[in-house]
Nanobody, 126 residues
Framework: QVQLVESGGGLVQAGGSLRLSCAAS????????EGWFRQAPGKEREFVAA????????SYTDSVKGRFTIFRDNAKNTMYLQMNSLKPEDTAVYYC???????????????????WGQGTQVTVSS
């Protein structure tokens, strides 16, 4: 079983930055894709970004392109989401997720992920 723990959320003013971390532990797979999702009150969980095991392949939802960067350090079993130029509409609970995958594969549907963290709150004030 894989355990995922997010950290780094908080309250920030619009235009500010936050860096989220997702630490994996337990029975980690030889290679796995990881992603970030978010869920705002009253809305469905939505895809934010994903990264392949190799780090070569990444994908972002349109609303965060140019502002968010996903990256990972496999030696530390940790994935990150650098969020810059934050907007009030970025306010949500952010979840990291993981699934076994090929070296360069990425997945963007929440139903395609097997393991989830507990979430971390990000609040952006205007």
């Amino acid at each position: 079983q894989v355990q995922l723990v997010e950290s780094g959320g908080g309250l920030v003013q619009a235009g500010g930055s936050l860096r989220l971390s997702c630490a994996a532990s337990g029975r980690t797979f030889s290679s796995y894709c990881e992603g970030w999702f978010r869920q705002a009150p009253g809305k469905e969980r939505e895809f934010v970004a994903a990264i392949s095991w190799s780090g070569i392949s990444t994908s972002y939802t349109d609303s965060v392109k140019g502002r968010f960067t996903i990256f990972r350090d496999n030696a530390k079993n940790t994935m990150y989401l650098q969020m810059n130029s934050l907007k009030p509409e970025d306010t949500a609970v952010y979840y990291c997720a993981a699934r076994p995958s090929g070296y360069g594969s990425i997945w963007i549907g929440p139903e395609e992920y097997d393991y989830w963290g507990q979430g971390t709150q990000v609040t952006v004030s205007s």
